[in-house]
């Protein structure tokens, strides 16, 4: 038996259309290479076959009997791991000279960049302040920014959608029209879906968050008063905060309406618990000492 080929990395597909024809479209869901590729169904099933195990010999038998004996050659099957590892979707060891890189830069800085600028929102502030406008004058939007009520009650708490901005912009108005139309808060806790999992119920991170609209900055004594709370260590998984959308579209709403002028706490949530029977938060000592 030859030598295996390194397995396919955990990956996004999704099947496109272009002139009448299928194909998959993949790209990195942790985000350590931007490049967005597409194969071919065959393609893509030898891409599939990439389980760390199989060499060439065995990827052909595989598709061979998966596409009623038509056959691959050897060449091909080499042809898609070179195209795979030259764009980063192997695990291999150019793939973890990646990430080592990626990982460093983000470990070593101050501020948590803002990922998705300039690909799920406009990078240029003004571009961005009339595209969330949009949000309130949108057909099932409000209607307009709140004027605010100095007198109205803090709000204790407020659940909002963290889908992207352009399917979700009428939710977003609606609930922080809420928000904005009450005194400036001191702080925000943001708690948001750790989309990647991680073995621990809380992620935390010191980095500050930059937007279009500014950095808005992360409560640093909180921070630390939360960490003794914490039986694990919050930090451990902190790199899932690079990528996520899920607090990063927050930050930016409340930078649209408050500039840098209010301090966050970026709190990601991942499994109640790994343990069966036991996915009630209330019955978790380790959930129950950090709230």
Known sequence: MSEAIPPLRNIDAAPVEHEGETFIAIHD???????????????????????????????????SEQFGGATIGAEQVQEVADYLDDHGFLLN??????????????????????????RSYPEDPEELRTFIDSFF???KGPGSVPELDA???????LIVPHIDFHRGMAGYAHGYRQL?????????FLFGVAHSGAPVPFILTRKHFDTPFGRVETDQEI?????????????????LHRTEHSIEFQAV???????????IVPILCS??????????????EAITAFL
């Not at 904005?180 to 925000?188: A, H, N, T």
């Not at 499994?271 to 978790?284: H, I, L, Q, T």
């Open 137 to 139: 004058t949108c057909e």
């Open 180 to 188: 904005f139309s009450r005194p400036k808060p001191d702080v925000v």
């Open 93 to 118: 060891r150019q793939f973890e000279a990646i990430r080592e890189r990626v990982d460093g830069d983000f470990a070593k800085s101050d501020t948590r960049p803002a990922y998705l600028a300039g």
């Open 29 to 63: 869901p942790s985000g350590y290479v931007d490049d967005q590729i597409v194969l071919t169904p065959p393609a893509f099933f030898v891409a599939a076959s990439f389980d760390g195990n199989s060499d060439i010999a065995a990827i052909q038998e595989k598709f």
């Open 223 to 239: 921070l630390t008063r939360l960490e003794a709370s914490c039986s694990w260590d919050p930090y451990e998984w902190e790199v």
């Open 151 to 157: 007198d109205a009650a803090p709000l204790r708490g």
């Open 253 to 263: 709403m409340l930078a649209y309406h408050y500039g840098p002028d209010v301090k």
């Open 271 to 284: 499994c109640f618990s790994r343990e069966p029977g036991a996915n009630v938060p209330a019955d978790n």
